[in-house]
């Protein structure tokens, strides 16, 4: 799953930085699926007060499931999400992702959502082929 590049932001990176506006624009727009999972995702945590907030729906199709795995697998368009939107993202498989209060990191919430015990416990029979 690649971004869409347009010529102008490839010719903007081989002069050197890039716009992080530019840069999380191609992400939103090569990315749809994963784009709105994460802003869904931002949303319920701002609008509930918990720690966290965390997406427990598969995607519906392979491509999603691959935006969604694009998106948090690479580390600069993971850092541009959560500069973007002002939160730490987790992930455990191929759906679940979770964003946290940045003043949140150290906490339980947190450290339980990313510990080993965690990730085992998000497995099942369903989730093997993710």
Do not use: K
């Given at each position: 799953m690649s971004l869409t590049v347009s010529p102008a932001l490839l010719d903007a990176?081989?002069?050197?930085?890039?716009?992080?506006?530019?840069?999380?624009?191609?992400?939103?727009?090569?990315?749809?699926?994963?784009?709105a999972t994460v802003s869904r995702v931002v949303a319920e945590l701002e609008s509930s007060?918990?720690?966290?907030?965390?997406?427990?729906?598969?995607p519906p199709t392979d491509a999603d499931r691959g935006q969604l795995l694009r998106a948090l697998a690479s580390?600069?368009?993971?850092?541009?999400?959560?500069?973007?939107?002002?939160?730490r993202l987790a992930f455990q498989n191929c759906h679940r992702v979770a964003?946290?209060?940045?003043?949140?990191?150290?906490?339980?919430?947190?450290?339980?959502?990313?510990?080993p015990r965690g990730q085992?416990?998000?497995?099942?029979p369903e989730l093997r082929n993710c």
């Open positions: 990176a081989e002069r050197g930085p890039v716009d992080d506006d530019a840069f999380i624009a191609c992400v939103r727009d090569s990315l749809p699926y994963a784009w007060g918990a720690d966290r907030a965390d997406n427990l729906i598969p580390d600069a368009i993971r850092a541009g999400l959560e500069r973007h939107f002002g939160v964003a946290f209060r940045p003043d949140t990191v150290d906490g339980p919430a947190y450290r339980r959502f990313v510990s085992l416990l998000n497995q099942s």
